[in-house]
């Protein structure tokens, strides 16, 4: 079965860094797409990121554009978030989640537990 | 981008009732690309309906979902005490971002 789990999340201060890693696992991990969604403390959800089935492609929300960097490692079967210059308002629990097939359009249909990031000084 | 506005904010009914909420885009989805997911406390979401109006597997049949363009509309026929939840809608054709619209909180009245 499809599993996506999520690791990296953590406090840290302000202007500081993290690297969140989701790891995936029952699936082709190489044919799909990739999101990072983030859900703030009493707010909705955020897309954040996605990531093409090979890399080639990657789109920022643009709260985060300039700041977050998406990657993957296909051979790992799994995707990454580099979150730097880190502000109060990134705090949020980080879900990952499957996304675009590389053959056609698909919503994202599966969803990681999540990793919490406290952004607080 | 495409703004989805999502009414009414909180829907407050009873087990057994009816549920109709409304996803409006700001402009065209192309193809339809709209799904529909469902938030539990405490859970991470899950997918409930993709294209406007599949249901994803495993879904019940009591949700549906129809629209298209830029109107919306998740349905649940008859709810159960486990769909008492947040909704939200996100478009995903197209050019990023994929945007989710501010969620439709059911309440037990």
């Known amino acids: 079965q499809v599993q996506l789990v999520e690791s990296g999340g953590g406090v840290v201060q302000p202007g500081r860094s993290l690297r969140l890693s989701c790891a995936a696992s029952?699936?082709?991990?190489?044919?799909?797409?990739m999101h990072w969604v983030r859900k703030a403390p009493g707010k909705g959800l955020e897309w954040v990121a996605v990531?093409?089935?090979?890399?080639?492609?990657?789109y920022y929300a643009d709260s985060v554009k300039g700041r977050f960097t998406i990657s993957r490692d296909n051979s790992k079967n799994t995707v990454y978030l580099q979150v730097n210059s880190l502000r109060v308002e990134d705090t949020a629990i980080y879900y990952c989640a499957r996304g675009p097939h590389v053959a056609v359009v698909t919503a994202i249909d599966y969803w990681g537990q999540g990793t919490l990031v406290t952004v607080s000084s | 981008e495409i703004v989805l506005t999502q009414s009414p904010g909180t829907l407050s009914l009873s087990p057994g009732e009816r549920a109709t909420l409304s996803c409006r885009a700001s402009q065209s989805v192309s193809g339809s690309y709209l799904a529909w997911h469902q938030q539990r406390p405490g859970q991470a979401p899950r997918l409930l309906i993709y294209g406007a109006s599949s249901r994803a597997a495993g879904i019940p049949d009591r949700f549906s979902g129809s629209g298209s363009d830029t109107d919306f509309t998740l349905t649940i026929s008859r709810l159960e005490p486990e769909d008492f939840a947040v909704y939200y809608c996100?478009?995903?054709?197209?050019?990023?971002?994929?945007?989710f619209g501010q969620g439709t909180k059911l309440d037990i009245k």
């Open positions: 996100q478009q995903y054709g197209g050019s990023p971002p994929y945007t």
């Open positions: 029952g699936f082709t991990f190489s044919s799909y797409g």
């Open positions: 990531i093409w089935y090979d890399g080639s492609n990657k």
